[in-house]
């Protein structure tokens, strides 16, 4: 008998409900469009609320020299040269509005003395650059799109919606087909154009600071279309994560610390940042911290925990608590640490995506025509090592972007109807998961995600991504007996055995990445190739050929002259 | 010996089954664990059916709220050595279950859409200026995770049935009424609309909230007195009134 489902028919449907997708949404509602937003988890839980520091834009509130000129310089330096320029100018040049913008929103920001936006310090900026609200920007920031986007007519939302796949005719994606979870629901999806805004993989990785939902689920998805993964390997650790207590071992400990200055120190009491960055020192890019922090645990210099020191308790309790007030409670509440009196005890931790789905920079649409990607789950404006601060630009500036994007093509663009037979099939599919006594999905992410941690970290050599690579190759084989017991509504089995395609598309394509580029560059660091090599000035490129991964590569895009004079030559 | 913990967890799937009933597990301890982590080591060991909601683990998200022991908390933010090792979870009583742990919190976004959005002042000169100092009052509201904790211990939700919008609704409302530059007033809107008068102030809600937000000090009440001087004071009536006619009259 037919399975019974629900159709939406929509101008633009988008997957994902963080800052980006919420973002995208508001671009094409302003156009008059019809959009459904749907999400995994519940409206406003979305991974952007983790972000704490804040969102880079060269306002120049606090020093007056800083400017987009600048912002680019750093995005390019930073990214190691392989970032896409297009999408590094827009980011420096939009970011500004988009902040203006929030704070039109209904956004509040922390000011000025004389009454501007603040801004301070991070890693890698040449400038304090970051806007933000105590060490809580993202949950500001997720708050103030949701106000405005559940007040929006012509938007609608479907939350605790998991996409199980998209559909495709004659070459354009047309709609998608999802589970509401909550009801145990099939959903049919129709729209003229489709926006991933499904956030990053941190969650490949068992140390990580990210959300439960971050399972890469828009790399699979748009991989299976035919859309391509970039620079994959290019996964950013962040310097400083939790090690103590083990149940909160990875969870971040933001960057503002060292932004308000925080100093990182080993066991014996040394300020190491002054051997590996003299200049910059803690506030050196993640890249350099994370590498400094690894090199002292692994040479025997670290804490009781396995991790190193960070000290912010000299700039005294009231300082503290106004300025980092998120980390003063996790402090004390997870660990039983007061951060006004002890230092931290924190060690490197899997962060973001800097690689995913390849777009246009201007309009954000991927290989595949009718599909867009904006967020953590696009590529090309990070390169090989993130910028603090950048993320939350980039959702912003790319979100709006990519709506637009959407909003023109959908606006040429026709509703194309679906075969049934093809929504029967992937119900089918999906549930042909529901039956007992097969492999539980949970098993085989434990052996992924420990694999990944164990093998794929900061520092990586062949052997190990070997090991690593067989290990994803015969879970794939094992896939297919995955199971999950009991029925449709909230069967958080179930959608693990759904996750774990993804999980292995984004993880096999990590790791052939990292095997495809020998040498050490931003967050990628080969044991066997420590210095970077100007012949791999490239991105490399992940795509399904009939089933099998294929790997290719391209040069970077050659930068403009009149842009290229904002950038220090790079050194070899 | 490996150190062990109990857990009892409220099942029921209210499409199928007419009572629900809690089920008891052995979870092994680890050190400095959460409620959580107890939690999910059932949903993924040992039985995959198991639901829950949850998403970020670091009580930044506000998903994993639940009873544990009959007190409304978060999972994640509750460490097991701080409440015993046999230790039982419930999901929120004030709204409708879904399925074991997981509630309907649906109606919230509902009463959220009634809530007028921020509405600033039209004679602002761009780029904004405001002071730190009129920030702060804001900022308060601003840490609210929307976990709903605050609505389900909240007796006027839990025992009557009234208009009443609830602390979290209260806390959203005051959040724009405090911004330095919003030019709408949504206490009137609270009190007729929102069952503000309701809230017989007993506080169980900012005990509760995981952000330690003074929900009723901060909001609430400060509401009820805007709406009170607004719209009840007899004398600020009349000179509303003078006031409105001088200009009327010039």
Known sequence: ?572 | MEEKIILNIYRQDPSIEQKGQLQKFEVPYVDGMVVLDAVRYVQEKLDTTLAIRWNCKAAKCGSCSAEINGMPRLMCKTRVDTVGHNITVTPMGAFPLIKDLVTDVGENWEILRKIPKFTPREDMESPWKMQQMDVERSKEFRKCIECFLCQDVCHVIREHSTPYFGPRHVVKAASMDMHPLDSEDRSRMLDQVGGLGFCNITKCCQDVCPEHIHITDNAIIQEKERAVDNFYDPLARLIKRKKTKERSVA
């Open chain 1, 1 to 572: 008998m037919a399975e019974q489902y629900l159709n939406t028919e929509s101008d633009i449907l988008i997957i994902g409900a963080g800052g980006a997708g919420m973002r995208a949404a508001l671009a094409a509602s302003d156009a008059g469009l019809k959009v459904t937003v749907v999400s995994k988890s519940l409206l406003g839980k979305a991974h952007t609320v983790m972000a704490e520091g804040g969102i880079a834009a060269s306002l120049g509130n606090v020093d007056p020299k800083d400017n987009w000129q600048a912002h680019f310089g750093d995005i390019i330096e930073e990214g190691v040269y392989i970032s896409n320029w297009r999408m590094a100018e827009i980011l420096a040049k939009e970011a500004p509005q988009r902040v203006y913008e929030l704070e039109r929103y209904g956004a509040l920001f922390d000011r000025t003395p004389d009454g501007r936006i603040l801004q301070r310090a991070f890693g890698g900026h040449s400038y304090r650059r970051l806007c933000h609200v105590g060490d809580r920007t993202g949950l500001e920031i997720i708050r103030t799109l949701e106000d405005q986007v559940i007040h929006r007519q012509n938007v609608k939302i479907i939350d605790e919606l998991y996409i199980t796949s998209l559909l495709k005719k004659d070459g354009k994606v047309i709609g998608a087909i999802g589970l509401k979870m909550d009801k145990g629901e099939f959903h049919c999806f129709k729209a003229k154009a489709v926006v991933l805004a499904t956030g990053g993989c941190g969650r490949v990785y068992k140390i990580t600071s990210n959300s439960w939902e971050s399972t890469g689920d828009g790399l699979g998805l748009a991989y299976r279309v035919g859309a391509k993964l970039q620079d994959m390997e290019m996964i950013q650790f962040h310097p400083t994560g939790m090690v103590y207590p083990p149940g909160v071992k990875g969870l971040l400990v933001t960057e503002g610390v060292r932004g308000e200055g925080g100093i990182l120190y080993n066991s014996k009491m040394e300020r190491f940042m002054e051997r590996y960055s003299p200049q910059k020192k803690e506030l050196d890019a993640r890249d350099v911290v994370a590498r400094a922090n690894y090199a002292e645990i692994q040479e025997g210099r670290g804490t009781e925990h396995g991790g190193v020191y960070l000290d912010i308790s000299y700039k005294g309790a009231d300082f503290v608590k106004q300025k980092l007030p998120s980390m003063y409670m996790q402090f004390m509440e997870f660990a039983g640490v007061d951060i006004t009196k002890e230092k931290m005890e924190v060690a490197p931790t899997t962060h973001y995506q800097m690689g995913g789905v390849r777009v246009d920079p201007d309009t954000g649409m991927t290989d595949v025509k009718g599909l867009f990607a904006a967020g953590e789950i696009a590529c090309g404006l990070h390169g090989a090592n993130r910028l603090g601060g950048n993320s939350l630009a980039d959702i912003l500036v790319f979100g709006k972007r990519t709506g637009e994007g959407a909003t023109d093509y959908a606006k040429t663009a026709e509703l194309v109807e679906v075969r049934e037979e093809d929504i029967q099939n992937e119900i089918s599919r999906v549930l042909s998961f529901l039956k007992p006594d097969g492999i539980n999905a949970y098993d085989l992410i434990d052996e992924l995600t420990s694999t990944m941690s164990d093998n794929v970290g900061i520092v990586r050599e062949p052997d190990r991504l070997n090991i690593a690579l067989a290990k994803i190759l015969e879970l794939k084989e094992k896939y297919p007996k995955v199971s999950a017991p009991g029925g449709r509504k909230y069967n958080h089995g179930l959608l693990a055995a759904m996750e774990l395609s993804n999980m292995l598309v984004a993880t096999e394509a990590i790791v052939r990445s990292a095997i495809m580029r020998p040498e050490s560059r931003g967050a990628h660091t080969r044991k066997d190739f420590p210095k970077k090599d100007r012949a791999w000035l490239k991105n490399i490129l992940c795509s399904d050929v009939g089933g099998e991964m294929k790997l290719d590569t391209e040069p970077v895009p050659t930068i403009p002259a009149e842009l290229m004079e904002l950038v220090k030559q790079e050194v070899y």
